[in-house]
């Protein structure tokens, strides 16, 4: 009988260990901007730790981002997040149509 519930108790304990996701290299959710009048678009479960430059800009920057990640986004007036105009955004901030940006990165 103790032989039985000890190795009941191994096995739900390397079940529960081998059950729990090793932490994703990706914010999970939408980071959600403009890049034209009413033009929305955006990333879904963006990788993190790794600078995105905006595909959507050219001349224009993207605009009005919206950080609906459960990640912190720090964004970029220069590409490749560079440059010394930047702003951070934590999880659920929504920023208006003035703010302009070409690159974001994810903690």
């Known amino acids: ?9 191994v096995a739900s304990a390397a079940a529960l260990v081998l059950a729990v996701p ?3 290299n990706a914010a999970t959710g939408d980071f959600l901007y403009k890049v034209g009048p009413g033009v929305q678009t955006g990333l879904a479960d963006p990788e993190s730790r790794v600078c995105i430059d905006v595909p959507e800009t050219g001349a224009d ?9 459960t990640s912190t986004a720090t964004v970029f007036l220069e590409e490749h997040c560079d440059g010394d105009v930047f702003r951070t955004m ?18």
């Open 1 to 9: 009988m103790r032989l039985r519930n000890a190795f009941l108790a």
């Open 22 to 24: 090793m932490s994703a």
């Open 61 to 69: 920057p993207a605009f009005a981002p919206e950080n609906l990640t």
């Open 90 to 107: 934590n999880p659920g901030t929504k920023l208006g149509n003035r703010l302009k940006f070409r690159s974001v990165i994810f903690s």
